[in-house]
T-cell receptor, first 114, second 113 residues
Framework: DTGVSQDPRHKITKRGQNVTFRCDPISEHNRLYWYRQTLGQGPEFLTYFQNEAQLEKSRLLSDRFSAERPKGSFSTLEIQRTEQGDSAMYLC????????????FGQGTRLTVV | GDSVTQMEGPVTLSEEAFLTINCTYTATGYPSLFWYVQYPGEGLQLLLKATKADDKGSNKGFEATYRKETTSFHLEKGSVQVSDSAVYFCALYYSGGYQKVTFGTGTKLQVIP
């Protein structure tokens, strides 16, 4: 296991379409996080899971966004009815829930809504 | 709420110059502090960390000291290289609770030969 992997790396979609991103965390990590990063800004927290349970969602996560982690391993982030303002880099990170281990980030999925 | 403030960039330096990127934080508890680096087109990589006051994190010639009295975690390097050109993010993180990482807005560093 070489790290957190995200798929796809890039996605261009038309406004109004639905998109889904996948994140595969480091295999022994039980915590998984989603962040959004817009140009010139730091990553902003969206949501996180411990195992399969979604424990926190940011106010940034509108009703059009949904995240799942059905078996406590990989996670998906779906955006419905995409808007141009959704264009951003979506970052996934994972960590152990041991109070010591930092989060390791994937390379991100860059979404462009046209 | 918790927040991180970084000096604005971009910062442009000549190779072998001394680097300082300022970072201050506001936190309700006792967070761990991090510097992450993001190279063009890539994700975030942890550069260094410090988990308690007066700890010094170091890696690849970069250093930062956790200063509780000034709520700061400034990043320094004695001699930068062109390969250090990237965006640097200061972040805080609580080892208890839900461990959400809070990031600053990032500082772009450009090192010219």
């Amino acid at each position: 296991d070489t790290g957190v992997s995200q798929d796809p790396r890039h996605k261009i979609t038309k406004r109004g379409q639905n998109v889904t991103f996948r994140c595969d965390p480091i295999s022994e990590h039980n915590r998984l996080y989603w962040y959004r990063q817009t140009l010139g800004q730091g990553p902003e927290f969206l949501t996180y899971f411990q195992n399969e349970a979604q424990l926190e969602k940011s106010r940034l996560l509108s009703d059009r966004f949904s995240a799942e982690r059905p078996k406590g391993s990989f996670s998906t982030l779906e955006i419905q009815r995409t808007e141009q303002g959704d264009s951003a880099m979506y970052l996934c990170a994972s960590s152990l829930a041991d109070g010591k281990t930092e989060a390791f980030f994937g390379q991100g999925t860059r979404l462009t809504v046209v | 709420g918790d927040s991180v403030t970084q000096m604005e960039g971009p910062v442009t330096l000549s190779e072998e110059a001394f680097l300082t990127i300022n970072c201050t934080y506001t936190a309700t508890g006792y967070p761990s502090l991090f510097w992450y680096v993001q190279y063009p087109g890539e994700g975030l990589q942890l550069l260094l960390k410090a988990t308690k006051a007066d700890d010094k994190g170091s890696n690849k010639g970069f250093e930062a000291t956790y200063r509780k009295e000034t709520t700061s975690f400034h990043l320094e390097k004695g001699s930068v290289q062109v390969s250090d050109s990237a965006v640097y993010f200061c972040a805080l993180y609580y080892s208890g609770g839900y461990q959400k990482v809070t990031f600053g807005t990032g500082t772009k560093l450009q090192v010219i030969p």
